[in-house]
């Protein structure tokens, strides 16, 4: 398994905004799809997010579609989600995770935890009232 270790994330007011980054040991190549994830407290993990390898194709929830923008950066082996005008119900760990094949297939292959090979520990984002 490789390492990926995510950082960026904080306590903010809602509506503000948070950048969260994933590094992943190794190259990240074209031949890898990644995605985040989050999981609150009590909760089951909850597909947030997911790009394909090359980057040209995403996928959202739609709880976050219009507010997040999943991206990364191959050749610096990133991957990044910035978040914008977050709310209370976004509060959770964000985990990003990587899954071997470039694409994304359909919304239901990608927002299934059991297709996704690799986890990072995840980064704590609060976000107050």
């Known amino acids: 398994q490789v390492q990926l270790v995510e950082s960026g994330g904080g306590l903010v007011q809602a509506g503000g905004s948070l950048r969260l980054s994933c590094a992943a040991s190794?190259?990240?190549?074209?031949?890898?799809?990644m995605g985040w994830f989050r999981q609150a407290p009590g909760k089951e993990r909850e597909f947030v997010a997911a790009?394909?390898?090359?980057?040209?194709?995403?996928s959202y929830t739609d709880s976050v579609k219009g507010r997040f923008t999943i991206s990364r950066d191959n050749a610096k082996n990133m991957l990044y989600l910035q978040m914008n005008n977050l709310r209370p119900e976004d509060t959770a760990v964000y985990l990003c995770?990587?899954?071997?094949?470039?694409?994304?297939?359909?919304?239901?292959?990608?927002?299934?935890?059991?297709?996704?090979?690799?986890w990072g520990q995840g980064t704590q984002v609060t976000v107050s009232s």
């Open positions: 995770a990587q899954r071997y094949g470039s694409g994304l297939y359909s919304y239901s292959s990608a927002s299934t935890v059991s297709n996704w090979n690799d």
């Open positions: 190794g190259r990240t190549s074209s031949n890898v799809a």
């Open positions: 790009i394909s390898g090359s980057g040209s194709s995403t």
